[in-house]
């Protein structure tokens, strides 16, 4: 969430007794969390102190591209491969779709029907939660998110991803009024939907964006507390926490036409516990592996990047 990170561990006790509430209530059972599907091992991979803070968002474009943002001067990112790590191959500054401001982009996804980023306030009006999504490539769209619970302005969307409607419906996804979910009855969003996650409460929600406004379908617990990135991979979705959870990562599946928590697993041992506001996975595998990236908000050790391996057996 940095910019302005408040030290608020009363806030953080809270959350997490009214998550263990809400596990009892049989909402959703995170379960106990077990160890990483993947390598243990982490590398840097970016150069040193070529983001600075506020790295809080990446997605893959395909193995060979990602998109970052910063949540403050609110900045995108292209990066592609440079030897075993990441470089700057263009960045931009981001506005609203006006042309001012400066969106506190908390998180980025890459889809196939454009570069979307979240952005939970104007860090020019920094007292107003204002939950947004903004298109940033082709032709420039934003949208309110209606529907979230009223939080503080540096504690709300942080977290995004797109989920194809061909996955939902094959997997007999039902929004909210347990109507099984048709793809038409949203004209014009395009070809997936949108999961946004909510750090405050870990909530995610799912969004149509439509020509008209966004329409919220579904929400669920994502099984953490917090939640800071959000990354859809082939037929889960994977929501993770930073050190405010031990960098801890849940999956979830679609089953009785819900998303439903399936795993809780540990960071990579090796993952120093820091400011993990960004996690993204490749779209490839290699030799068995996934490349997994975390972005690092606080800039340890002046390195935004971080990479490891995922299993494509996991
Ligand atoms: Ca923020
Ligand atoms: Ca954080
Ligand atoms: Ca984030």
């Known amino acids: 969430m940095p910019r302005g990170r408040e030290a608020v561990p009363l806030r953080i006790k809270v959350i997490s007794v009214f998550a263990v509430l809400a596990v009892g209530l049989g909402t959703t059972a995170a379960g106990a969390a077990t160890t990483w599907p993947g ?11 070529v983001f600075g803070k506020n790295l809080s968002g990446v997605s893959f474009e395909s193995a060979g ?7 403050g001067p609110s900045t995108l990112y292209r990066l592609v491969p440079s030897g075993s790590t990441w470089k700057v191959d263009s960045k931009r500054s ?13 998180g980025v996804v890459s889809t196939p029907d454009g570069v979307f980023v979240v952005s939970e306030r104007d860090n020019d009006n920094g007292d107003v939660s204002s939950p947004m999504v903004l298109k940033v490539s082709g032709t420039v769209a934003e949208w309110k998110l209606p529907g979230m619970p009223s939080v503080d302005p540096n504690e709300g969307p942080e977290a995004i991803s797109w989920i194809p409607d061909s996955f939902l419906t094959s997997q007999n996804f039902k929004d909210d009024t347990g109507k099984p979910y048709v793809p038409a009855d ?20 799912l969004y149509a964006l439509q020509d008209g406004g966004a329409k919220l379908v579904s929400k ?11 990354e859809w991979e082939n037929n889960r979705l ?15 599946a679609i089953s009785d036409g819900k998303f439903k928590v399936t795993a809780t697993y540990d960071r990579p041992s090796k993952l120093p516990n820091v400011n993990l506001e960004g996690f993204a996975l490749s779209p490839s595998c290699v030799n068995g592996k996934k490349v997994a990236l975390w972005s690092d908000d606080d800039n340890t050790d002046k390195h935004a990047l971080r990479s490891g391996s995922l299993n494509c057996t996991a």
């Open 94 to 106: 981001l506005t609203f779709k006006n042309g001012e401001g400066d969106p506190d982009a908390e």
């Open 39 to 49: 390598d243990s091992a982490v590398k840097v991979a970016d150069g040193s102190n």
């Open 220 to 230: 669920f617990a994502s099984g953490q507390a917090q939640v800071m990135d959000l």
């Open 186 to 205: 949203y004209p014009g969003h395009g070809t997936g939907l949108f999961a946004v996650g909510l750090e405050a409460t870990g909530g995610i929600f």
């Open 238 to 252: 994977w929501a993770t926490c930073d050190d405010n959870c031990s960098g801890r990562s849940t999956t979830l």
């Open 65 to 71: 591209v990602v998109w970052a943002v910063k949540n």
